[in-house]
Nanobody, 116 residues
């Protein structure tokens, strides 16, 4: 069973930056998609960003577009989410996922807390 190793996150002030990383236990291939959702208390899970491993095409939610950047490091088999200009509205548990062969695997999530 595939597992995801997540890192990054923490507590910052508004305007600060953080970087999340996600490394799947299985090798990412061209058809693999890696991304993040987030969920704040009392709110539904929200898509944040994803990247297609083969073409490096990316997709972002409108709420993070222009502030967050998702990239891939093929040598490290790791996806990174650089989060800039954070606001309190970005406070949530960020869950990494890997999609491949019709299956989605979720990480346990990492907490991001932004104070004003």
């Amino acid at each position: 069973q595939e597992q995801l190793v997540e890192s990054g996150g923490g507590s910052v002030q508004a305007g600060d930056s953080l970087r999340l990383s996600c490394t799947p236990s299985g090798r990412a291939y061209s058809s693999t998609t890696i991304g993040w959702y987030r969920q704040a208390p009392g709110r539904e899970r929200e898509f944040v960003a994803c990247i297609n491993w083969g073409y490096a095409t990316t997709n972002y939610s409108d709420s993070v577009k222009g502030r967050f950047t998702i990239t891939k490091d093929s040598d490290k088999n790791t996806a990174n989410l650089q989060m800039n200009s954070l606001t309190p509205e970005d406070t949530a548990n960020y869950l990494c996922y890997v999609g491949r062969a019709g299956r989605t695997t979720w990480g346990q999530g990492t907490q991001v807390t932004v104070s004003s």
